[in-house]
C-alpha cells in the first residue's frame, strides 16, 4: 500500500478526487475502483505495486499502429477499473483484488526488467494496459517518472475516466495513449459503463495536445453501432486532427453481454464513415485483408501492412512515403 495522492478529508468522510466518480469513503471502505481505500483517516492506493500480468507485446496489440510501429514493449497491469462496463474484456482484473496479485515489484523493478530486455533499443519502453492503469496512479507516475530519466517510452491504455489536474500532472510523461471511447452517446456510458461520457472527451482533447493518441471504439451490435453515432464521433476525432489514428474493434460475448459478435459489413460501414473525417482507421479483432493496414493517404501506397501481430515497413522513408514523398504522422524509433 501506499498513501494515495488526490482526496480530501472532511470531518468522517474522505472524498477522492481522482476521478469523476468523487468517492466519498469512510474508514474501510473502497472506492468503486476497488483498489482506493480508507485506512486510519487517510486514502491508500492498495494496488501500489501489485502485479496481476507482465507481458513483452507487439505494440500494435495496444492498439497502436502509428508508434513506433513493429516494435515490442513491456506490458504492466495489475486490478481494479473505475468503470464497471457489462461488456468488459478483462473483467477478471478489473473487478479483482489486489491481494490476488501474485506478485509485488517497486518502479526500479520494471526498469530492472527492461534492461535486461535490452535497453530502450531493443523494447521502448512499457505499456500500462489490462486493468485500468489510471487508478494504479500513484505507481505509474513513480515509475513512468523513473522511466522518463532513462530514456524509455511510456504508454496508456486507458478508459480516459481521470479528473483534470491528475491527467496534467501525469501526462508529461507520458509519450502515447489509447483511449477507449466506448460509445459517443451519454446513455451508454450511465447505463452500459456506470459512468459519463463527458471527462472521457476532456481527457482526449487534453491528451492529443500532449502526446501521441489513438482511439479505440468497440462496435457493438444494436448498442453502440448506429451510423449517425459513428458520424459524430469521426467529425468529432476529425475536427481535433485528421491524422488521428481510430480503431473499430469487433466485439465478442464476454462477462454480462451475450449479443453474437459484431457483423462484418458494420464494421465495414463504420470505417467508410470515419474515412470522410480521418486518415486512418483501422478494424481490429477481425481478420480482413488490408483491414490494419496503413496506406498513404495521399498517393494509396502501402506504408505498413500487418497481418495479425505481424508487422512489415512496406513504404516508409522515415516520416515519408516512399512513392510521393507526402509526410505521415508516425511516431518513429529517433535515429
Not at 474484456?89 to 530492472?112: C, F, H, S, Y
Request: glycine share 8%; net charge neutral; hydrophobic share 35%.
Amino acid at each position: 500500500m501506499q498513501k494515495a495522492r488526490f482526496y480530501q478529508k472532511e470531518q468522517e468522510v474522505v472524498e477522492c478526487l481522482l476521478c469523476p466518480r468523487g468517492c466519498r469513503l469512510k474508514e474501510g471502505q473502497a472506492g468503486i475502483c476497488g483498489v482506493r481505500e480508507v485506512k486510519g483517516g487517510e486514502l491508500y492506493s492498495t494496488n501500489y505495486g501489485c502485479l496481476a500480468a507482465a507481458n513483452r507485446d507487439p505494440i500494435e496489440k495496444k492498439p497502436l499502429y502509428h508508434f513506433y510501429p513493429g516494435h515490442s514493449i513491456l506490458s504492466l497491469g495489475t486490478f481494479g477499473c473505475n468503470l464497471q462496463c457489462a461488456f468488459c474484456q478483462n473483467w477478471t482484473l478489473a473487478r479483482g483484488r489486489p491481494e490476488q496479485a501474485p506478485k509485488t515489484i517497486k518502479p526500479a523493478d520494471v526498469l530492472d526488467m527492461l534492461e535486461k530486455e535490452g535497453g530502450p533499443e531493443i523494447v521502448p519502453g512499457v505499456a500500462y494496459t489490462y486493468n485500468e492503469p489510471l487508478i494504479w496512479y500513484e505507481f505509474v507516475y513513480d515509475t513512468a517518472s523513473l522511466l522518463h530519466k532513462h530514456g524509455y517510452k511510456n504508454v496508456l491504455v486507458t478508459n480516459g475516466y481521470i479528473n483534470q489536474e491528475p491527467l496534467k500532472k501525469l501526462l508529461p510523461l507520458i509519450d502515447a495513449m489509447n483511449i477507449d471511447v466506448k460509445a459517443f452517446n451519454d446513455n451508454f456510458y450511465g447505463e452500459y459503463c456506470k459512468g459519463q461520457r463527458s471527462p472521457v472527451i476532456k481527457t482526449v482533447e487534453k491528451a492529443v495536445e500532449a502526446c501521441h493518441v489513438e482511439v479505440t471504439c468497440l462496435l457493438i451490435p444494436t448498442v453502440n453501432d448506429q451510423p449517425y453515432e459513428q458520424e459524430n464521433l469521426a467529425r468529432w476525432l476529425g475536427d481535433l486532427s485528421p491524422d488521428l489514428v481510430l480503431h473499430y474493434s469487433r466485439y465478442f460475448p464476454q462477462y454480462k453481454f451475450d449479443k453474437p459478435p459484431t457483423p462484418v459489413e458494420v464494421l465495414e460501414n463504420a470505417k467508410k464513415i470515419a474515412r470522410k473525417y480521418l486518415r486512418y482507421v483501422f478494424l481490429g479483432n477481425i481478420d480482413l485483408p488490408g483491414a490494419s493496414d496503413t496506406a498513404c493517404p495521399n498517393c494509396g501506397n502501402l506504408l505498413i501492412a500487418r497481418s495479425v501481430y505481424r508487422v512489415r515497413l512496406a513504404g516508409l522513408d522515415g516520416n515519408y512515403c516512399n512513392n510521393c514523398g507526402n509526410w505521415i504522422k508516425i511516431v518513429m524509433p529517433e535515429k
